[in-house]
């Protein structure tokens, strides 16, 4: 493990903290292969029930890709880049079986703004700043920012983010669904991590169905209501949906076991 990707583990929830401070924690390869071991540790691990992803200091979650890189690639390294960021990391986070949010602590641009996309919530701190300025440098979005941000914004907005490279803060961003909460700075983790310990009290297969099919919905949304049906019946097979049915008729708690 590198140390451009640090973790801890503490009741369920792995904190990753990307750890580039004096770099903005803009994104290298050694922050894609800590982000992609550390997923693959993770989804391992049975005590890991949440992910929360945020950037180390207090000026940046990710403020982009590492442009010192981009002078001496061609069309070829430029393809292998965006496709190993996406199959690595990207990709991986999206369609990840346990809940993952992004604790979002000023700027998340290009690749920054990408990977909060990617996870399932995403917090803010009232100084954060989200956009996409690939445009500024000749370049568009690489790790998916074309496509999640239509998918959050709507395609109006979404254009108009990723052809002026403009830039918005916090409040415009929870206002457009882009962000799920703002909160102060201080606030930001301890937030972030109560709202996992509350998705934690849930049934973990629920949880799992629900993150695919929402992302069905986005992706495969011809075929989603037959499989939202499926789902729905293959539950009812579940030791958590008879607890959880039970609790809910004796007026207590359910204890879910994953099962």
Known sequence: MNNSVLSTLDDGILLVTINRPEKLNALNTDVIDGLSEILGQA?????????????????????????????????SDGRKLALHGQQAVFDRIEHFTKPVIAAVNGFALGGGCELAMACHLRLASDNAKFGQP?????????YGGTQ???HLVGKGKAM???????????????????VNHVTTQDE?????????????QKAPIAIRSVISLVNQAVYEPANGLNAEIEKFG????????????RAFLEKRKPVFTGR
Do not use: W, Y
């Open 43 to 75: 989804a391992a691990n049975d005590d890991v029930k949440t992910i929360l992803i945020t950037g180390a200091g207090e000026k940046s979650f990710v403020a982009g890709a590492d442009i010192s890189q981009f002078p001496h690639m061609n069309g």
């Open 234 to 245: 293959a539950l009812f097979d579940t030791a958590d949906a008879k607890e959880g049915t």
């Open 148 to 150: 999640r941000l239509v």
């Open 160 to 178: 108009e983010l990723c052809m002026t490279g403009a830039l918005i803060g916090a409040q415009e961003a929870l206002q457009l669904g882009l």
């Open 134 to 142: 690939e445009v500024n440098l000749g370049l568009i979005p690489g």
């Open 188 to 200: 930001l983790i301890p937030k972030a991590k109560n709202l996992l310990k509350e998705i934690q």
